[in-house]
């Protein structure tokens, strides 16, 4: 009877142990499998500070409240746009897409806004791309709010959504501007000077 308990408790504990070990390698092979899919914030944070450079202070707050708010982007775009406003306003800009799994794509965007909003900038503009299921996704009008207040220069974060695709853009910006407006950003392939 002990021989029959004690084999028992051996085959239970093997049983256990391989559980154990099959759960603990199918999380790093999640893990993998997201990191392959989406860029981490090493990545994103690595790459932000190479392009925006000594101006990126607080970029890393910025790029870390997106993923813990929306989790590993797909895809990110780098570019640069200006912009201006007297109440109602327009944005023109231009960059090229990266995603891991279909590589870079040249983009521009432009769009209209309206509200208090007063200025004019120049931005250098990176672009937090999620839950993009291909390339021909992101092409399209994104809409949202979004707000300026920096005299010289500023470093701001807003999300423009379409669909189920979201658009986090985090911007450094040259020049003086001030207020709070509602308009979208229309992505094309081809550069255009029409921004509706």
């Known amino acids: 009877m002990r021989s029959i308990v004690g ?29 392959q899919d989406g860029y981490t914030m090493d990545e994103v944070v690595g790459t932000g ?4 450079g000594t101006t990126s202070g607080g970029l890393a707050q910025l790029l870390e409240r997106a993923f813990q708010s929306y989790g590993l982007p797909n ?10 406003a007297f109440f109602g306003g327009l944005r023109f800009g231009e960059g090229t897409l990266y995603t891991k799994n279909a590589g870079q794509r040249r983009i ?3 769009g209209p806004s309206l509200g208090f909003d007063v200025g004019g900038d120049g931005a250098r503009t990176m672009m937090l791309v999620y839950n993009l299921p291909s390339i021909e996704s992101v092409y399209g009008r994104f809409g949202g709010v979004s707000g300026s207040a920096y005299l010289v220069g500023g470093l701001g974060m807003t999300v423009l959504a379409r669909d189920n695709v979201l658009l986090v853009p985090v911007k450094t910006g040259v020049g003086a501007r ?8 229309k992505l094309t392939p081809m550069p ?3 921004p509706f």
């Open 75 to 84: 895809g990110y775009i780098l570019g640069q746009e200006a912009a201006g």
């Open 192 to 194: 255009t000077w029409n």
């Open 108 to 110: 521009f965007w432009q």
């Open 7 to 35: 084999t028992f408790r051996s085959l239970a504990a093997a049983a256990f142990m391989g559980l154990a070990a099959v759960a603990g390698s199918a999380a790093p092979a999640t893990a993998q499998v997201a990191a």
């Open 178 to 185: 001030l207020g709070l407006n509602v308009g979208y950003l």
């Open 49 to 52: 500070h190479r392009f925006f």
